[in-house]
């Protein structure tokens, strides 16, 4: 007998003591708002919704029209959710509370309405990704600061992906499961309960026209993947990249591999490409939970300590082999001046 994401959620409820029923209520509303996203994205072409919208967002990205209507879905389906005391989103240079009478134990959501959002031009995959935290200030409204949490502190993590078919991918501490959305019916069922990440691989995922950009420690560890049989790791790899994160975590949770976004030597004081609150910590809490690593190569994504809503981080995600083979390498090179690039990162208050 399948099992929907209601009755996965009810059974979670009911025997977990760890989360209270808002938070499960909270996850279900998330998903259905990911549900509306994937028609929005189904009918884009046909709607004449594809292409850019022809303005930036606040991180001075080109938005696409898609990127401010999952935004939007996003906006209006979760903004009245009576656990929610405020969300914060990608396309957003600001929090947004949901209610100034809180009580204690309420929610924070961030997400990343539609990853990948220039995929959907070449209907290739996009996706949503999102992380909730408990509000720490009881009886306040909340502030930017609460958002300002390390990613070890979630109480879910997920996504949503857009593709061939459209799954929701989530975690609340106690596995990483799957649900494959049932067009016919709208329900998402349980197909892929406890992913589990191959501790070894012969797969990278790295965009690598920014070689010449990269740090001696990535640029070692891709070579000796292309050396293949011939180099120190004896055997061929293959390269994969989607261009959209959602979808290179995807593939990584069902068969394996490692998805790099280093720090790159362009952007020194934007450590990285990809968004910490939005994007890498729901990522690695995801990996983590199916038996895979997270790093910046240096420390464990999940226990930074954020210092601002958008910034930046550098990620190398997947199966732990090949996770801790980076850790190594990034800790046999002496990092230059490491307490004035610690001491930018902290003035580094905006991106
Ligand atoms: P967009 O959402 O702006 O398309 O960016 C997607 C993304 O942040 C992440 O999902 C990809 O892994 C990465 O950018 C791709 O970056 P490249 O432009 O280097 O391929």
Known sequence: MSINLSTFIATECASDDRHPV???QLIHQVAMCCRDIAAAVDRSALVGTTGSAGV????????KKLDIIANDLMMEGTQTHTALAAVASEEMARISRTSQERTAGQY????????????????APVGTIFSILKCPSARAPATEA?????????????YAIYGPATML??????GTHGFTLERDSGEFVLTHPRMSIPA?????????????HWESPVKRYVQECMAGTNGPRQQDFNMRWVAAMVADVHRILLRGGVFLYPQDAREVSRFGKLRLL????????????AGGMSSTGQQRVLEIQPHA??????????????????????????RPLPDLVDALRNLWTEY
């Open 146 to 158: 609460d958002f300002l949490q390390p990613g070890s502190e979630q109480v879910c993590a997920g």
């Open 56 to 63: 930036d967002n606040v991180q001075g990205e080109e938005q």
């Open 200 to 212: 070894r691989t012969r797969e990278f995922a790295i965009n690598t026209a920014n070689t010449r």
């Open 309 to 334: 809503l958008h910034q930046r981080t550098p990620v190398m995600l997947g199966s732990r082999e090949e996770v801790e083979r980076l850790e190594n390498y990034h800790h046999h090179v002496r």
């Open 169 to 174: 991918v989530l975690t609340t501490g106690d």
């Open 22 to 24: 808002a938070l499960y």
């Open 108 to 123: 924070l959501l961030l997400f990343d309405p539609l990853d990948g959002s220039s995929n959907v031009d070449i209907n």
């Open 278 to 289: 939005y994007e890498a910590n729901p990522m690695s809490m995801l990996v983590e939970q």
